[in-house]
């Protein structure tokens, strides 16, 4: 397993960045953990839809996004907020999402990075198409796409997988084994010591690395990325790692799982880890932290206002984004509706 | 003008949309060097290279899930399902993301693409060959279904396809490849996605068909024809959208209408025709719509084929009950 970074700080290798790129990905992972963190607690107020926590999986994410150049595709799942927002998609277009808004799934113009796959397993072949898409285009984008442990025993995981070995697509595979899959264990997943093992049925490289450490996360999708955009195929990364919150806000894992498993993790903490190498490195004090959680925290705030401030679609928009040119079939219904609601009115 | 069948007329289409339009690929099951199952694509791999001709490994879901992929990017993907009955397979990809994407971005990412599917029996094909599970894509949101029954619209209609902005399936008629050949304009031109054909025009019954059942219910009006009784003959061509104002207009005429499809009788799409006829022309009616379908069954193998076919006897029986009302 690739680890550059132990979870008490300690360095196994040089480090694959500098110390300012590490104090901003450290402060990347601080804020992604008050969106995580804000996004939760008003699910509770019931303001936000189910949502999807990722405490635990910041560096696996983070890690992983930073690598990419802006331009990059990314298809994510319902539990990449962070990796999203690396890329560009707002904070207040992911809270949309959640709050039961399509627009949403709209990010600004540039973004390319495609609404979260709620259904599991299917967009990791959009990544392969996508990155297919850039060679032929004589691009030299390449595509990401995150996943979970369940995700690869899903048919399109295979056949994504080889599809990127036969095309030799510039995709980059990023499968976070956070252990369970809403309450199935990662030993019934699969009966394969590994996952990043798997990619070798398909003539591809695989990875393991430690998914909590920034480091090796970051330096094992670069070289991911390298090979991507430099023609020679896709990379499968398995990102070892662990979900410390519920599957979703209406999961209770005391279901499937005891408290000691989660306070091992806990002590492998991502932002712990890197935070004792900046104080090691005499880069980090409290109130820079401090200051940063709650600038970010501000901000987030200032996209859950933004986000709950939007006027929801008239009724006759739900109608207005199907096709390009709305179909007879659709005005027909929209004026059906629009005369019911005068109708009640 | 060249004289072709609905197989070169497809194959046609490819070439142009090839040799005209860089972002257009095509991709499937045997589609290169062998030319398709069917041959369609035949020579299309030697004419425009391997890397828009592509050959892909045997896994539906992988095809479209990737051309969606392509799609997003701004390339063009015509996909080549090998038969309708293996189309299963991607049916979730086209649910779950094809048909969806334009809607979960408002408009943001687009998935233009055309998955083509040879439907339908009549050949005396292996099980699993003969499947017309139309109402599946019709009932689908954000796609658009086409279905050709002549060279010229197949061309027309394919090549409309794949300048759509949005999915389209199209669904190619295996028994009418080669069963009928017709002139058809060389060079570019479209046919319009979403208007009916009028196959033919007359008084007192509208028989309304699409794909492999325009010839059949042809022959069913030839035949009330020597009757001395006057048929008009609807050619739905797309059902979705569906060209609702060809088909009142007919209704309203004749006062009288026969719905043909080879697919199964429960919510197949002769349900959605008869459900906009009594929308909207119900006191034209001069008697109950029939509907003239395959049965709630598997589709049969070779021997029983013909039992569940609706063939031109059915239609004819059909047509008279409701002269007789
Ligand atoms: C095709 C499909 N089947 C089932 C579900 C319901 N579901 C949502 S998340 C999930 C577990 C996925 O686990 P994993 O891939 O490990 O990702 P994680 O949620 O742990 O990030 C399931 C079964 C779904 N969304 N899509």
């Known amino acids: 397993m690739l680890q550059i970074l132990t979870p008490d700080g300690e360095l196994l290798a040089d480090p694959p960045m500098d110390i300012d790129l590490t104090k901003r990905l450290f402060l990347a992972m601080v804020a992604a953990r008050q969106y995580d963190r804000k996004a939760t607690s008003i699910q509770k107020q019931g303001r936000l839809a189910t949502y999807a926590p990722f405490e635990g999986q910041e560096a696996a994410q983070i890690g992983s996004a930073a690598a990419l150049r802006p331009d990059d595709w990314m298809v994510p799942t319902y539990r990449d907020a962070a990796a999203m927002w690396m890329q560009g998609y707002p904070w207040t277009h992911l809270l949309l999402t959640r709050m039961g808004d399509e627009r949403g799934g709209s990010p600004p113009e540039g973004v390319a990075v495609l609404p979260p796959s709620i259904t599991v397993g299917a967009h990791m072949l959009h990544a392969v198409g996508l990155a297919w898409a850039a060679r032929l285009q004589g691009s030299d984008r390449i595509a990401i796409t995150y996943f979970g442990d369940g995700a690869t025993s899903e048919g399109d995981f295979h056949e994504a997988m080889n599809f990127a070995g036969v095309f030799r697509t510039g995709t980059v595979f990023i499968c976070q084994n956070n252990q369970y899959a809403i309450s199935l264990a990662r030993h019934q997943q699969t009966a394969s010591e590994t996952i990043a093992e798997k990619a070798a049925g398909y003539g591809v490289p695989g990875v393991l690395v430690d998914g909590n450490d920034l480091f090796a996360m970051y330096q094992a999708t670069s070289e991911a990325v390298v090979r991507a955009r430099d023609g020679r195929g896709a990379t499968l990364i398995e990102a070892l790692t662990y979900r410390l919150g519920p599957h979703t806000t209406s999961d209770d894992p005391t279901r499937y799982r005891d408290a000691a498993e989660v306070e091992t993790w806990r002590a492998k903490d991502p932002l712990d880890r890197i935070r004792k190498y900046l104080a090691a490195e005499s880069a980090w004090d409290e109130e820079w932290e401090a200051r940063a959680a709650t600038g970010a925290h501000d901000e987030i705030d200032r996209a859950v206002e933004e986000a709950e401030a939007l006027t929801p679609l008239a009724p006759e928009e739900i109608f207005e984004s199907m096709f390009a040119e709305m179909t007879p079939e659709l005005a027909e219904q929209q004026q059906r509706l629009l005369a019911s609601r005068r109708d009640q009115a | ?325």
């Open chain 2, 1 to 325: 003008m060249t004289v072709m069948n609905l197989a070169q007329a497809i194959t046609d289409a490819l070439d142009i949309a090839l040799a005209t339009d860089p972002r257009v690929l095509v991709m499937g099951e045997d589609v290169g060097r062998t030319g398709g199952v069917f041959r369609l694509t035949n020579g299309l791999q030697a004419t425009h290279g391997a890397e828009r001709v592509v050959d892909m490994p045997v896994a539906e879901s992988g095809i479209v899930g990737t051309a969606f992929g392509l799609a997003v990017a701004g390339m063009r993907p015509v996909v080549e399902i090998q038969f309708m009955g293996f189309s299963y397979p991607a049916y979730d990809q086209i649910v779950s993301h094809v048909g969806r994407i334009r809607h979960r971005s408002r408009h943001r990412f687009t998935a233009p693409m055309v998955i083509r599917m040879p439907y339908g029996g009549g050949i005396g094909a292996a099980e699993h060959h003969s499947e017309s599970t139309e109402a599946l894509y019709a009932h689908t949101p954000g796609l658009k279904v086409v279905v050709p029954s002549t060279p010229y619209d197949a061309k027309g209609l394919l090549l409309a396809a794949i300048e759509d902005p949005d999915p389209v399936v199209f669904l190619e008629p295996i028994r009418l490849y080669r069963a009928v050949k017709e002139d058809v304009a060389g060079g570019h031109f479209v046919v319009p996605i979403g208007r009916a054909r009028l196959e033919r025009t007359g008084n007192d019954v509208t028989l309304v068909a699409y794909g492999s059942m325009v010839r059949d219910a042809r022959r069913a009006a030839d035949a009330l024809a020597e009757e001395g009784i006057s048929v008009e003959v609807i050619d739905l061509r797309s059902l979705v959208p569906l060209d609702t104002e060809t088909l009142i207009g007919s209704v309203r005429k004749t006062g009288r209408a026969v719905v043909i499809h080879e697919a199964h009788r429960t919510a197949g799409f002769g349900a959605e025709v008869v459900a906009r006829i009594q929308e909207e022309a119900l006191y034209s009616l001069l008697a109950p719509v029939q509907r003239v379908t395959g049965w709630d069954t598997i589709f049969p193998l070779k021997r029983t084929e013909e039992y569940y076919l609706p063939g031109v006897d059915r239609i004819l029986q059909a047509a008279r009950r409701t002269l007789e009302g």
